[in-house]
């Protein structure tokens, strides 16, 4: 079908003046793009209107072939082009040409802070997307971190809107730029998985309007976004896929969207509603299409040959079946017809080109995870005895690991006095030694998780990358070696993608244990790569995970490197937060994400040096769940019914997610939203408002030097909070309302410019179901952290 296109297009090219007079409106490129959809729409049948609006295999749905409209391929979503799946069901084709570029998970997307990589990441997926074929890619998504139990936030972008709408918004725009449709997904309140399609959300509109909507209308009214898909949770007693208040009223006519609606898979649960309540197109109804029906399945889908039935007897007429077709031809003429969408005068080519598995992709993916990892911890050591100043362990240069290696050799036999013959003592005992403990050290990540889940051409695993800096910044002079520790998840295949190396380890957990504390008394450093993975249970579509603290004995084993070695780097893998009661005896705790492809190599340019880092955590990390708003409250998971059909789950915390339940609380987490180290030093200089005084139609700029105090390169990342000093309605301590990444030389300063209107001063307006800004005193907080505000700024608004 696909193959059509271009004999059309090729066609009309060879018309004449007079032929090409009669080119039908709808493939005219000359006429306005409603006025083509108008004239598709006149000229086709009813079986063709109601075909358009729902699936015919798990991931495509018809286009109109008799008009030459090809069908529609979508595809997971949202961190690579997922690997195509049988026509019916989930399994994988086995298809030999569709590995792809894992990019980082959006977790570590939204640790970057930088819009621009965003950017940099919706336009190479959209380039793989289009050599796949795929026209419509189900994601992003933009899900508030409510709990850290929940399965799914690692394809989430944290628990800040404001964040979360500055990075949706250019990885819509830049993956659309290539033609392929954005699908921003879970719209809306889908931020739990455990019991997803049963949990009816009960949140006040103030907190729907201020917490869990604000991303989602970004990315419709900034971004552009050409689809939107349900979530499978309900609302208001309504699935979120035909929810008449969150598509009818907020989406479509509040906010203006034009793009289609589209059902989570298996989401829709009724013709009616569907029918009247803003569903556009039903996938996924069942799993199996071609055995559930007599015939073929899909034509029992809800918006199928039902609602055909209900037109035929004059239920419903074909209004509301035009709305939807109209914005599904709107997606066609944005995606698989795209020649006929007039080009800007600029354009080079008629439509971009698709690449797959390109260096520029690799060269991306590993930009954005290495500035997505964020240094937690970076605590002096001593080094050793030949220097008095005691070193931050990280980054684990050269110089460092020798003087680290003197330090072990000279407590193992004194050091003569004077100490200069020490150095040629240490060569002739060998170079330094690195020991790397864990699982997630040599366990591909790109696999599992649900339906993210990837078949990539490579991915480079923790232990791999460090084993090429030997190769590069380390040298000969440095050695490295593996041990276990514990034994996880051993499984080696997910939806038909097997692991390459085989995980399978028969030795009981104290056996790895006491392998991983022997070797680590022998080494000069360690690093352990530990954290959760994919695994049903831990970060996972389907479920939440069922603990906070780390799975497979792996707070044990932490606790025992750190006493058997004192220069230990942990590396946390995750989507989430997770326990770390061992925080306050380990020297060095990064935080590596699900960091896709380059994944191995990311993380060792950070903890060689090659790379400073500069990630921000977009979440609270709290100590224990107790600082968490939604366990506070005691309202996750909620109640059930008492026929068991629905449970029930009220935000009790409200507006307070995150940050703005520990600054209500006063509650210290262990790391604060925003937080995030560097190897350099900044400082955050005085900042200079444009005006003093803010109205509804002149916002202040904000102009604060930031420079490099340190010794290296980096980037610093201002932020701005607001505060109402005094103000009638409750209001959050501070709310994020504007950021910037700064890149500095050292020595070298640079102006940040942070403006802000009157929405950074906004609230929800319950009584009058608006949004709207109190008069009075405000204060502009900035700072590096959530928890580390530098500069404060007060100002004024008057109406
Ligand atoms: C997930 C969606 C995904 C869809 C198609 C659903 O189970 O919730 O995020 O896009 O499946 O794989």
């Not at 109109?64 to 799946?85: A, N």
């Not at 208001?236 to 009818?248: P, S």
């Not at 354009?347 to 993916?365: M, N």
């Not at 906070?548 to 937060?577: F, H, K, M, W």
Request: hydrophobic share 35%.
């Amino acid at each position: 079908m696909r193959r059509f296109i271009p004999v059309i297009i090729a066609g009309w090219a060879c018309l004449s003046p007079l032929q090409a007079q009669d080119k039908p409106v709808y493939l005219d490129e000359t006429q306005s793009l409603e006025q083509r959809i108008d004239d598709a729409l006149s000229r086709m049948t009813l079986d063709e209107k109601i075909a358009v609006i729902h699936a015919q295999s798990k991931f495509s749905s018809p286009g109109v072939k008799r008009l030459g409209f090809p069908d529609l391929w979508t595809d997971d979503g949202p961190h690579g082009v997922r690997p195509d799946v049988l026509w019916d069901e989930w399994e994988q084709a086995g298809q030999t040409n569709d590995s792809c570029v894992a990019f980082p998970a959006l977790t570590c997307l939204a640790a970057t802070w930088a819009p621009h990589l965003s950017r940099l990441y919706g336009e190479s997926l959209g380039e793989e997307a289009l050599y796949r074929g795929k026209h419509v890619m189900l994601g992003p998504g933009v899900n508030i971190f409510r709990t850290p139990l929940n399965g799914r936030n690692f394809e989430y972008m944290g628990e800040d809107p404001w964040l979360a709408s500055r990075m949706v918004v250019p990885y819509v725009q830049g993956l659309q730029s290539k033609g392929v449709a954005a699908c921003v997904k879970h719209y809306a309140l889908n931020n739990d998985e455990e019991y997803r399609h049963q949990v009816n959300v009960i949140v006040s509109d103030r907190a729907l309007h201020e917490i869990y909507l604000p991303a989602f209308k970004a990315a419709v009214q900034e971004g552009g976004a050409w689809s939107i898909m349900g979530a499978y949770n309900l609302y208001q007693g309504q699935h979120n896929c035909h929810n008449a208040t969150m598509l009818n009223k907020i989406l479509k006519h509040d906010w203006g969207f034009d793009g289609v609606v589209i059902s989570d898979w298996g989401g829709c649960h009724d013709t009616d509603e569907a029918v009247v309540n803003g569903l556009d197109l039903e996938f996924g109804t069942w799993t199996d299409g071609l055995t559930m029906g007599a015939t073929n399945a899909y034509d029992n889908y809800y918006l199928a040959a039902p609602y055909k039935k209900h037109i035929q007897q004059g239920r419903y007429t074909t209004r509301e079946l035009d709305e939807k077709v109209r914005r599904v031809l709107r997606l066609f003429y944005r995606t698989t017809m795209r020649p006929y969408v007039p080009l800007p005068a600029d354009s080079q080519r008629p439509r971009p080109v698709g690449f797959l598995c390109s260096e520029s992709h690799y060269a991306a993916a590993l930009q954005i995870a290495q500035e997505g990892i964020v240094l937690l911890k970076n605590s002096p050591i001593p080094s050793s005895p030949l220097r008095e100043e005691p070193l931050p362990l990280l980054p684990l240069t050269v110089e460092k690991l020798k003087a680290f290696h003197e330090a072990r050799i000279s407590n193992e036999a004194p050091i003569p006095e004077p100490c200069s013959p020490t150095r040629s003592l240490l060569m002739a005992v060998g170079g330094a030694n690195i020991l790397v403990v864990g699982e997630n050290a040599i366990k591909m990540m790109t696999v599992g998780g649900g339906s993210s889940s990837l078949k990539v051409q490579r991915e480079i695993l923790p232990l791999d990358g460090l084993a090429r800096s030997l190769a590069g910044v380390w040298g000969s002079e440095v050695q490295l070696s593996y041990a276990r520790g514990y034994v996880g998840d051993t499984v080696q295949s997910y939806n038909g993608v097997t692991v390459g190396r085989s995980l399978y380890d028969t030795r009981t957990a104290s056996e790895l244990l006491a392998e991983a504390v022997e070797k680590a008394r022998q080494a000069d450093v360690v690093i352990f790569v530990g954290g959760l993975n994919k695994s049903d249970g831990q970060d996972c579509e389907g479920h939440d995970r069922k603990q906070y603290g780390l799975p497979y004995g792996q707070d044990a084993l932490i606790t025992a490197l750190a006493e058997a070695n004192p220069r230990l780097v942990c590396v946390n893998i995750s989507g989430n937060c997770v326990a770390m009661p061992w925080a306050d005896k380990v020297p060095a705790i990064v935080q590596g994400w699900y960091l896709g492809s380059e994944a191995g190599s990311a993380l060792a340019s950070v903890l060689t040096g090659e790379v400073n880092p500069s990630g921000k955590l977009p979440f609270t990390w709290y100590a224990d769940l107790s600082q968490c708003g939604a366990h506070a409250t005691g309202s996750y998971p909620g109640t059930w019914r008492a026929d068991h059909a629905i449970i029930d789950e009220t935000y009790g915390e409200d507006i307070y997610v995150g940050y703005r339940w520990t600054d209500k609380e006063r509650v210290k987490p262990l790391f604060a939203f925003g937080h995030g180290q560097s190897y350099t030093t900044f400082q955050i200089g005085h900042p200079v408002a444009s005006s003093h005084a803010m109205t509804s139609v002149t916002p202040i700029t904000i102009t604060v030097p930031v420079t490099n105090t340190g010794e290296r390169a980096g980037a610093e990342v201002v932020q701005l909070y607001v505060h109402a000093k005094r103000p009638a309605v409750d209001r959050p301590q501070k709310e994020l309302k504007a950021f910037q990444k700064v890149y500095l030389q050292p020595g070298e300063t640079r102006d940040v410019k942070l403006t802000i209107g009157i929405e950074a001063l906004s609230f929800y307006d319950e009584t009058i179901h608006d949004w709207q800004a109190e008069p009075g005193t405000y204060e502009a907080l900035i700072g590096n952290a959530s928890d580390n505000i530098l500069q404060k700024m007060t100002f004024k608004w008057k109406e």
